[in-house]
């Protein structure tokens, strides 16, 4: 049973995916900035005063890799939601990827990067 989307309804979720994708490349472009702007802190080699301490780096190094961290969810995020632009333009948008049923609209427009219906997702889920 493959209930097909209108134009109409591909367009909004166009809209959401977009929508959606500019949000994230916004966070990610805070996240650089951050990053970026404490390796300049460091590259101007300010160490006087000894300031330097073990326990100093340490923190650093984990802050680092946290923003790191986060960019490349980040970045899969972006990915998922180019996917689903992809999707909708081929057409295969919204249907289900284990039973190649059709997934909600009301879980799209939560999850627009979405490949699986609730029951699918739910079945993966207990495995
Ligand atoms: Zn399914």
């Known amino acids: 049973m493959k209930k097909k989307f209108t134009k109409k309804d591909l367009k909004d979720f166009k809209k959401i995916v977009l929508k959606r994708k500019e949000e994230v490349l916004d966070d990610l472009r ?17 160490i006087s005063g000894y300031t330097y301490h073990m326990a100093d780096v340490a923190t650093d190094n984990y802050d680092r ?18 996917d689903a632009l992809k999707r909708i333009e081929d057409g295969t948008f919204g249907i289900c990827d284990d039973c190649k049923g059709t997934i909600t609209k009301i879980r799209l427009k939560a999850v627009p990067s979405a490949r699986l219906c609730i029951k699918c997702q739910q079945k993966r889920e207990k495995k």
């Open 30 to 46: 805070h996240i650089s900035d951050d990053t970026l702007r404490k390796s300049q802190k460091e590259a101007s080699g300010d």
């Open 65 to 82: 890799e946290f923003s790191l961290g986060l960019a490349s969810n980040e970045r899969k995020t972006i990915y998922e939601l180019d």
